[in-house]
C-alpha cells in the first residue's frame, strides 16, 4: 500500500532546543529523555534528563558509560579487553572481557550477550564469535559465525542472531539460538539483512533484505517461533510501538513532511497517524516504552521534539 496522500499534521513541542541534543533516549518510564551533553552548554559531561513535556533539565548521571535500557546497570569498556559493568542499584560490579565490544541485555537484564570478532580482513569472512554471560557469571562461547552478530533476545533463552555458517557461503541465515541446549531455527536465509527489530515480547521479528533477488527484497514480519514471512508493502524507517504494532517512516524523495503510518499486526493493515509537519534528522527518533509518545530531532531546527501518538 502506498503513502495516504493527506496527512494531518500532529502538534508537537521542542523539549530541547538550541540545537541539542541528537541521541536522545527514553527512560524506562516513559517519562523523560537522557541525552548526552556537557560544556559549553552544561557545567560538566554527563548524562541528562528532562522530562517528555519539556522544562528543567538536570544531570542524571555524572558519568559517561553505556546504560541498560532498563537503567539497571552501567557499563564501561576499558582500553583493553575489560569492560567493567556495574550494578546501579548497589554498585556491585563484575568484568568480562569483551575488549570494548557492545553487550545485548535480556529483557530481565541478568544476562547478557556479546561478540568478539576478527580484526582484519574482508568483513564477510571474518569470525564473529558469540558469548553469552550471567550478571556477575563467567562468559561462555555459544556460536561463531562469519559477516553477523547479535539481534536480540527472543527470550531470556533464545538469541536471534544473523550470519553465515561458513565464511565463503554467499547468503546469511537470521536464526534463534537457544543458549541453553543449542537448537537452533533458521527463520530466513538472504544475502544480508538490515534493520533487524524485535517485537517488545519476542514473539516477531521486522527485517528488511536489499541487492537479492525481486523475489527476497523488501521488509518483512515474521514470527520468531518459525513460519513463513509476511512481506510489507511499505518501505521506510520502522520503530515497534507495541507488541502488536509497528510505526513506519516511508522514505520520502521529494523533501516533503515525515509521515507516521502505522502497521497492526492482528488486522494486517496500514493506517495513517499524521505528519510531523517536518523532517526527522538522520533516522533519529524513537518511541516511548509505553507507546505513547514519539521523540524526534528535527531536520530544521536541530531541537528534539516529542509529541503524543493518537
Same mark, same amino acid.
Given at each position: 500500500?502506498? !503513502?495516504?496522500?493527506?496527512? +494531518?499534521?500532529?502538534?508537537?513541542?521542542?523539549?530541547?532546543?538550541?540545537?541539542?541534543?541528537?541521541? *536522545?533516549?527514553? *527512560?524506562? =518510564?516513559?517519562?523523560?529523555?537522557?541525552?548526552?551533553?556537557?560544556?559549553?552548554?552544561?557545567?560538566? *559531561?554527563?548524562?541528562?534528563?528532562?522530562?517528555?513535556?519539556?522544562?528543567?533539565?538536570? %544531570?542524571?548521571?555524572?558519568?559517561?558509560?553505556?546504560?541498560?535500557?532498563?537503567?539497571?546497570?552501567?557499563?564501561?569498556?576499558?582500553?583493553?579487553?575489560?569492560?567493567?559493568? #556495574?550494578?546501579? +542499584? @548497589?554498585?556491585?560490579?563484575?568484568?568480562?572481557?569483551?575488549?570494548?565490544? @557492545?553487550?545485548?541485555?535480556?529483557?530481565?537484564?541478568?544476562?547478557?550477550?556479546? !561478540?568478539?570478532?576478527?580484526?582484519?580482513?574482508?568483513?564477510?569472512?571474518?569470525?564473529? %564469535?558469540?558469548?553469552?554471560?550471567?550478571?556477575?557469571?563467567?562468559?561462555?562461547?555459544?556460536?561463531?559465525?562469519?559477516?553477523?552478530?547479535?539481534?536480540?533476545?527472543?527470550?531470556?533463552?533464545?538469541?536471534?542472531?544473523?550470519?553465515?555458517?561458513?565464511?565463503?557461503?554467499? =547468503?546469511? =541465515?537470521?536464526? *534463534?539460538?537457544?543458549?541453553?541446549?543449542?537448537?537452533?531455527?533458521?527463520?530466513?536465509?538472504?544475502?544480508?539483512?538490515?534493520?533487524?527489530?524485535?517485537?517488545?515480547? &519476542?514473539?516477531?521479528?521486522?527485517?528488511?533484505?536489499?541487492?537479492?533477488?525481486?523475489?527476497?527484497?523488501?521488509?518483512?514480519?515474521? %514470527?520468531?517461533? &518459525?513460519?513463513?514471512?509476511?512481506?510489507?508493502? @511499505?518501505?521506510?524507517?520502522?520503530?515497534?510501538?507495541?507488541?502488536?504494532?509497528?510505526?513506519?517512516?516511508?522514505?520520502?524523495?521529494?523533501? &516533503?513532511?515525515?509521515?507516521?503510518?502505522?502497521?497492526?499486526?492482528?488486522?494486517?493493515?496500514?493506517?495513517?497517524?499524521?505528519?510531523?509537519?517536518?523532517?526527522?534528522?538522520?533516522?533519529?527518533?524513537?518511541?516511548?516504552?509505553?507507546?505513547?509518545?514519539?521523540?524526534?530531532?528535527?531536520? #530544521?531546527?536541530?531541537?528534539?521534539?516529542?509529541?503524543?501518538?493518537?
Amino acid at each position: 500500500m502506498g !503513502t495516504s496522500a493527506v496527512a +494531518a499534521t500532529l502538534p508537537s513541542r521542542a523539549v530541547l532546543s538550541g540545537g541539542c541534543c541528537p541521541g *536522545t533516549v527514553w *527512560t524506562p =518510564d516513559s517519562k523523560a529523555l537522557l541525552f548526552l551533553d556537557g560544556p559549553p552548554a552544561r557545567p560538566s *559531561t554527563g548524562i541528562y534528563e528532562v522530562a517528555a513535556t519539556g522544562g528543567q533539565v538536570t %544531570r542524571r548521571f555524572s558519568s559517561v558509560a553505556y546504560f541498560s535500557p532498563k537503567l539497571r546497570w552501567a557499563v564501561r569498556p576499558g582500553t583493553g579487553e575489560t569492560t567493567v559493568l #556495574e550494578r546501579l +542499584a @548497589d554498585g556491585k560490579r563484575f568484568t568480562l572481557p569483551t575488549y570494548g565490544a @557492545d553487550v545485548t541485555w535480556n529483557d530481565a537484564e541478568t544476562g547478557l550477550a556479546y !561478540t568478539r570478532s576478527d580484526t582484519s580482513g574482508n568483513y564477510d569472512r571474518r569470525a564473529t %564469535r558469540v558469548y553469552v554471560a550471567d550478571a556477575f557469571g563467567a562468559p561462555r562461547n555459544v556460536a561463531t559465525l562469519y559477516g553477523g552478530g547479535v539481534s536480540g533476545w527472543v527470550d531470556d533463552d533464545t538469541l536471534l542472531l544473523s550470519g553465515k555458517s561458513a565464511p565463503g557461503n554467499r =547468503d546469511r =541465515d537470521l536464526f *534463534t539460538l537457544n543458549i541453553r541446549n543449542g537448537a537452533k531455527k533458521t527463520l530466513r536465509t538472504a544475502l544480508g539483512f538490515r534493520g533487524i527489530s524485535l517485537s517488545p515480547d &519476542g514473539a516477531r521479528v521486522l527485517y528488511t533484505v536489499s541487492f537479492d533477488s525481486a523475489a527476497r527484497n523488501g521488509l518483512w514480519l515474521q %514470527r520468531t517461533a &518459525g513460519g513463513p514471512p509476511t512481506e510489507i508493502n @511499505d518501505f521506510g524507517a520502522y520503530r515497534w510501538r507495541d507488541a502488536g504494532r509497528f510505526v513506519l517512516i516511508p522514505l520520502k524523495l521529494d523533501g &516533503g513532511a515525515h509521515v507516521l503510518r502505522q502497521y497492526t499486526v492482528s488486522l494486517n493493515g496500514w493506517n495513517t497517524l499524521g505528519d510531523l509537519g517536518g523532517r526527522v534528522r538522520q533516522g533519529d527518533w524513537n518511541i516511548s516504552p509505553d507507546g505513547r509518545r514519539l521523540s524526534y530531532l528535527s531536520a #530544521e531546527s536541530g531541537n528534539v521534539r516529542v509529541l503524543t501518538l493518537p
